[in-house]
């Protein structure tokens, strides 16, 4: 199994939502979401620490929700109000014993 696997992408009209998973295989923690747009460097969208912190981009602060689901060992991320700007893959990154490791990311594409 992939330590870490993105679901919940897909093609939405512009103003609309999606809500990304990232199941997270046992013993590895997902702590945030990343996204990478055609011809640019891959930038942090939000992260969740250990102690409950969420920290989000300028670009998504008020769109975006991350949350954890401990129990499933699911991170998630609810984006609403979305815009063609957002249109990237976006990839979990988790952690196991201070290793980093990264999905295989989701494609998001929002339409004007």
């Known amino acids: 199994q992939a330590p870490l696997v993105e679901s919940g992408g897909g093609l939405v009209q512009s103003g609309g939502s999606l809500k990304l998973s990232c199941a997270a295989s046992?013993?590895?923690?997902?702590t945030g979401w990343y996204r990478q747009a055609p011809g640019r460097r891959r930038e942090l969208v939000a992260k969740i620490g250990d102690d409950g912190v969420r920290v989000y981009a300028d670009a998504v602060k008020g769109r975006c929700t991350i949350d954890r689901d401990i129990v499933r060992n699911t991170l998630n991320l609810q984006m609403n109000s979305l815009k063609p700007v957002d249109t990237a893959i976006y990839y979990c990154?988790?952690?196991?014993?201070?290793?980093?490791?990264w999905g295989l990311g989701t494609q998001v594409t929002v339409s004007s």
């Open positions: 990154v988790g952690n196991q014993s201070g290793r980093d490791f």
């Open positions: 046992r013993g590895i923690s997902a």
